[in-house]
C-alpha cells in the first residue's frame, strides 16, 4: 500500500503542534519517534497491557492502537505533561512515596490511567474501584499494592482538599 501523509495537528501536554505523518502511523510511534516524549511505553503493542496509556481529551486511551490522525484537532496528554512547573504531580510523588514500582516500564501508563480514574472521579475512590478502573493496566514486576496504596492516597488526598 502506498504511503498517504496527513499534516496532523494537536495540542501535546498543553502545546499546539503540528506533524507530516503517515496516516498508518500510531499516536504511540508519533509521540516517541516525531516528538521524543519516551514515556509511554511499547509493550503488548495490542492494546493489552496498558504501558503505552496517554490522556485523549481527559481520557486514557491505550496510544498503541490508536492512528495519530485520529487525534487530529484534540488533545494528548503524556506522563512528561502531567508535571507542574517541572515539578512531579501530587500522583507522581505518590507512586514516588509509596515505591509503587520495580522496574518502571509499566509505571507512565499506570500513572496516566489513574490520572484519568481520579480525575474523572467526583468522589474518593475504594480500593474495588480502583482496581477496577486500572484493572486494564498490567505490571508483569506484580508491584500491584503498592500501586493501588498510591492511587488510593491521592484520592483520599483530593477529596480532603
Ligand atoms: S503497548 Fe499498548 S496496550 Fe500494551
Ligand atoms: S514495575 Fe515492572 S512492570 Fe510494573
Redesign the pocket.
Given at each position: 500500500m502506498e504511503a498517504q501523509t496527513f499534516e496532523l495537528k494537536f495540542k501535546l501536554n498543553g502545546k499546539e503542534v503540528n506533524a507530516l505523518v503517515d496516516t498508518r502511523e500510531t499516536l504511540?510511534d508519533v509521540i516517541r519517534d516525531t516528538f521524543g516524549l519516551t514515556g509511554a511505553?511499547?509493550?503488548?503493542?495490542?492494546?493489552?497491557?496498558?504501558?503505552?496509556s496517554v490522556l485523549f481529551n481527559g481520557h486514557a486511551v491505550?496510544s498503541?492502537?490508536m492512528l495519530a490522525a485520529e487525534a487530529h484537532g484534540g488533545s494528548i496528554v503524556t506522563v512528561e505533561g502531567l508535571s507542574v512547573n517541572g515539578e512531579p504531580a501530587s500522583l507522581q510523588k505518590a507512586f514516588m512515596e509509596s515505591d509503587a514500582l520495580q522496574c518502571g516500564f509499566c509505571t507512565s501508563g499506570q500513572i496516566i490511567a489513574a490520572a484519568s480514574l481520579l480525575d474523572n472521579a467526583d468522589r474518593e475512590l475504594d480500593d474495588n474501584e480502583i482496581r477496577e478502573g486500572m484493572s486494564g493496566n498490567v505490571c508483569r514486576c506484580g508491584a500491584y499494592n503498592k500501586i493501588l496504596h498510591a492511587v488510593s492516597e491521592t484520592s483520599r488526598k483530593r477529596k480532603a482538599k
Open positions: 504511540l511505553k511499547k509493550g503488548c503493542d495490542e492494546a493489552a497491557c496498558g504501558a503505552c491505550c498503541c492502537t
